[in-house]
């Protein structure tokens, strides 16, 4: 039988507001807020994954079949490679290192399965479709991993099936570290977006799993938007609509969430549920749109280590909605 939560009426969510959503809304961005070009395409990622270059400038290879990808992404050395059309997948396909795969035009990618980037460094993923990544494939992976720009992609799956027939549209795991996460679509799933796979983990994770999430559209998308365990999110300028549990900080994890946009979602953020260790959160200049939000310890993330501009929750829908996802490079 079908899985799906409940949707929860606007005026039910206003009922369950937490006494402190109003006062993260009128809470101070500490960065200066200046609004962003809708659907800006950067050159090179902002975030932790500042200084990802890929496949740098090696000349681009385009295929169309699964053979020739496979070929073509296989091996370390610098490659840019161009995917064009639509390529069925059973599982995943690895990624070298020094990799740049990009789509080319508004509709190619994957369905089916996912790419996995596993002790892999500077990876960039770009422009494509990836959608219902049949478990236990995810759509992407990233596994023991540096330096990984994933950038305009479209993600999506249904919600038609149980919530386990397909796994996470894109994990980040075994102490992957500096990794951004921009301008992506995540539609029409359960699982979205897990960083740090286990609660039994703190080994490996422990000071690794720096994340940047930014202008980021998630519709009906049921959780994990994303969940963190250990690590260090920052999670800014994203647009959430249609979640039971959005932001999730566990087992340690510090999250900064900043100047974001949430819709018909019951909980914006939580700190305290499925582990035995809460996380922290600190947020700030959030729409909440009469979310909830559980933090049951405050962080002391407030200041990313690098340059970035946060743009004002107030233009974030525009900014996201016609700048987000595949064809809009």
Known sequence: MRTVPPRIPPRTLARRTSSTAAATVLAAAAVIALPQTAGAAESSPIGYGAGTTGGGGAPPVTVSTLAAFRSAVAGDTAKVVRVSGLISLSGQVDLGSHTTVLGVGASSGFTGGGLRIKEKTDVVVRNLNISKPVAPADGITVQESTRVWIDHNSFSADRDHDKDHYDG????????????VSWN???????????????????????????????????????????????????????????????????????????????????????????DVDGYANLRGNDLGGAATEVSRTGTFTSPPYRYTAEPASSVVASVTSGAGAGKL
Do not use: W
């Open 169 to 180: 549209l894109l994990d980040i795991n075994h102490g992957s570290d500096d990794v951004t």
């Open 185 to 275: 679509t995540f539609k029409n799933h359960f699982k979205g977006s897990l960083v740090g796979h286990s609660d039994n983990n703190a080994s490996e994770d422990t000071g690794h799993l720096k994340v940047t999430y930014h202008h980021n559209h998630f519709s009906d998308v049921h959780s994990r938007i994303p969940s963190l365990r250990f690590g260090t999110g920052h999670f800014y300028n994203n647009y959430v609509d249609g979640a039971e549990t959005a932001c999730h900080s566990r087992m340690g994890a510090q999250m900064l969430v900043e100047n974001n946009v949430f819709r018909d979602t019951l909980v914006a953020v939580t700190t305290h549920r499925s582990s």
